[in-house]
């Protein structure tokens, strides 16, 4: 399983950034893909997740207006666009495959093979 | 602020054990499973520890992880310098609707 996420990113605030994720070794419909990130000297962030089958999604709350997630089926890509950029998205953005069942009301998640992520600067 | 708590930071011998806890409410930790992640600075974080205590292949047996409540630790045995790296908890979070993550722990060997 290989995720290859695309290059570093140079945005002025306000604009946009579109970040994608070819992924290989799996069989795309069976898990999602997932976006987390990681601002300088900050934690890991969710930000959400896109179903691989189809093309559900769900934002954290904190990205709703502004985050959309995509899939290309044909090509085994997803892609995560933001908007609106302000100097606090400057991050490390990473995708991941992602999983998440339920079994008598206990939810098992979480994110398996991760990208290399991708440097995302915000300038003024 | 995260909803799920963890030390910043441990430290230990090499060749000892180092236990990480993680701790959360009835809506996450309490309800749903753990994962633990390792993230090195400058590469891709790696899965460790998947539904509380279950191992991918890919894992050194070294890493181990357990749940109680609300509360999980991942354990860190046979200690060796290579594992200096930022672990963090996460789970899904039926209140938020979202997958979180704890604030991450730097263990120090």
Not at chain 2, 28 to 53: M, R
Not at chain 2, 98 to 108: I, N
Request: hydrophobic share 30%; proline share 4%.
């Amino acid at each position: 399983v290989e995720m290859v996420q695309s290059g570093p990113e140079v945005k002025k605030s306000g604009a946009s950034v579109k970040v994608s994720c070819r992924a290989s070794g799996y069989t795309f419909s069976e898990y999602g893909i997932s976006w987390v990130r990681q601002a300088p000297g900050q934690g890991l962030e969710w930000m959400g997740w896109i179903s691989g089958h189809s093309g559900d999604t769900n934002y954290a709350q904190k990205f709703q207006d502004r985050l959309t997630m995509t899939t290309d089926t044909s090509t085994n890509t997803a892609y995560m666009e933001l908007r609106s950029l302000r100097s606090d998205d400057t991050a490390v953005y990473y995708c991941a495959n992602y999983w998440s069942s339920v079994i008598r009301g206990t939810r098992s998640a979480g994110l398996d093979v991760w990208g290399q992520g991708t440097t995302v600067t915000v300038t003024s | 602020q995260s909803v799920l708590t963890q030390p910043p930071s441990a430290s230990e011998s090499p060749g000892q054990t180092v236990t990480i806890s993680c701790s959360g409410g009835s809506s996450n930790i309490g309800t749903n499973t753990v994962n633990w992640y390792q993230h090195l600075a400058g590469t891709a974080p790696k899965l460790l520890i998947y539904d509380d205590n279950r191992r991918p292949s890919r894992a050194p047996d070294r890493f181990s992880g357990s749940k109680s409540g609300t509360s999980a630790s991942l354990a860190i045995s046979g200690l060796q310098f290579e594992d200096e790296a930022d672990y963090y908890c996460a789970a899904w979070d039926d209140s938020l609707n979202a997958f979180v993550f704890g604030p991450g722990t730097t263990v120090t060997v």
